[in-house]
């Protein structure tokens, strides 16, 4: 499997129009990759609350226009797109949910994911959003994807829950600050070690709201063996072949799996 991971720049000067025809175009520019991902909010900025009532959109592609701009990248490029997050419109009166959008080469929209442990300690997005409650996988061709966004990667039991669906590769889209990178680096390798899973894990570049992102998007092995990283907080794509053989592997060689209790 190709993974792609495209780690954008959030600029607050860029209107969220351009910056959504200019995500378009990377992701076009990935055809051939097996599954391309984005990350968390980045059409809005994860920590720019004061406007996400104002951008909250719909997930369908005929109603919302990041579904239907990833919808048609994802067709023309001939991939698996995980395109990130969005602030979407819940169907309850003011309701909003912090939602990921996959999306099947043919431009479908094969699954969204409400995130479900929301950050902000009862302020920010704690605050503003509502909690999905479901957690979600994706029967990919070649492997299921299971899905986490950002703050949920500090929650072992999602993974868990995830691992018991089938998921082999966890995508974990994030807006994650800079004065946390070492939590983001050392909890991407965790998941990926206490599951026997690889780990897409992408974050942002740039400053959301003030707040400086981690970067460090990075792919990670069941072994917990970084197969790919970005050091850098800038925007970049980063490109890894996973071997999805080790999965099987690790998990035969060194079954912890089966002497779970709990």
């Known amino acids: 499997m190709r993974a792609s991971i495209l780690q954008i720049q959030v600029d607050p000067d860029e209107s969220v129009e351009s910056r959504r025809e200019r995500v378009a175009s990377l992701v076009r520019a990935q055809a051939g990759a097996d599954v391309v991902v984005l990350p968390e909010l980045w059409p809005v900025g994860a920590f720019a609350h004061d406007r996400f009532a104002a951008e909250a959109e719909e997930a369908d592609p005929a109603k919302g226009p990041t579904a239907l701009a990833m919808s048609a990248a994802a067709r023309d490029a001939g991939v698996w797109l995980h395109a990130g997050s969005i602030v979407e419109k819940g169907e309850e009166a003011g309701a909003l949910y912090n939602t990921s959008l996959v999306f099947s080469p043919s431009g479908e929209l094969a699954a969204t994911y409400r995130k479900i442990h929301r950050f902000g300690f009862d302020q920010g997005e704690a605050a503003l959003m509502t909690a ?27 993974f868990r829950a995830l691992v018991d669906a089938g998921a082999q590769v966890l995508v974990v889209p ?20 206490e599951n026997q899973c690889f780990v897409l894990a992408c974050g942002t570049a740039g400053t959301h709201a003030g ?11 069941p072994w917990g ?38």
């Not at 070649?142 to 500090?154: N, V």
């Not at 983001?184 to 990926?192: C, D, G, K, P, Q």
């Not at 970049?236 to 690790?250: E, F, M, R, Y």
């Open 225 to 262: 063996e970084v197969v790919a990283e970005t050091d850098s907080t800038a925007e970049t794509v980063l490109t890894a072949d996973l071997d999805l053989t080790q999965i099987g592997k690790v998990r035969e060689s060194f079954p912890v799996l089966k002497d779970r209790v709990l």
């Open 132 to 158: 999905g409650s479901t957690p979600v996988t994706v029967a990919h061709p070649q492997a299921t994807l299971g899905l986490a966004t950002c703050y949920d990667l500090r929650f072992p039991e999602l």
């Open 174 to 193: 994030a807006g994650w600050p800079a004065k946390r990178a070492d939590h983001w680096s050392l909890f991407a390798r965790t998941r990926a070690v």
């Open 211 to 221: 707040v400086a992102q981690a970067g460090r998007s990075a792919v990670i092995d």
